[in-house]
């Protein structure tokens, strides 16, 4: 079993950055691609980011494209997100999930992560 806690959310200015983490326990993360997703009040869980368990290979939902990161440490058993540029749309429960099975390709479709954090609140200011 894979367990994920996500952390760094925060209240941030528009324009502002924050950096998520999401980290791992139970088992290696390292065969695993791993995504990020979010949900803000009264909308669904839609996709963010993804990346593939080497790392080199990432996704990115339109929305977030060029100012959103997303990054990995195998070593620390850690995905981040970098966010930058953030506005006030940007507001939801952040959430960090693992691929259902190992060595699976990154995805954006949410029903093929098995494995999802607690969630972090990240919360932009106009």
């Known amino acids: 079993q894979v367990q994920l806690v996500a952390s760094g959310g925060g209240l941030v200015q528009a324009g502002g950055s924050l950096r998520l983490s999401c980290a791992a326990s139970?088992?290696?993360?390292?065969?695993?691609?791993m995504g990020w997703f979010r949900q803000a009040p009264g909308k669904e869980r839609e996709f963010v980011s993804a990346?593939?368990?080497?790392?080199?290979?990432?996704l990115y939902a339109d929305s977030v494209k060029g100012r959103f990161t997303i990054s990995r440490d195998n070593a620390k058993n850690t995905v981040f997100l970098q966010m930058n540029s953030l506005k006030p749309e940007d507001t939801a429960v952040y959430y960090c999930?693992?691929?259902?099975?190992?060595?699976?390709?990154?995805?954006?479709?949410?029903?093929?992560?098995?494995?999802w954090g607690q969630g972090t609140q990240v919360t932009v200011s106009s």
């Open positions: 999930a693992a691929r259902s099975t190992e060595g699976a390709s990154p995805s954006y479709w949410k029903y093929g992560y098995g494995y």
């Open positions: 139970g088992r290696t993360i390292s065969t695993y691609s």
């Open positions: 990346v593939s368990w080497s790392g080199d290979s990432t």
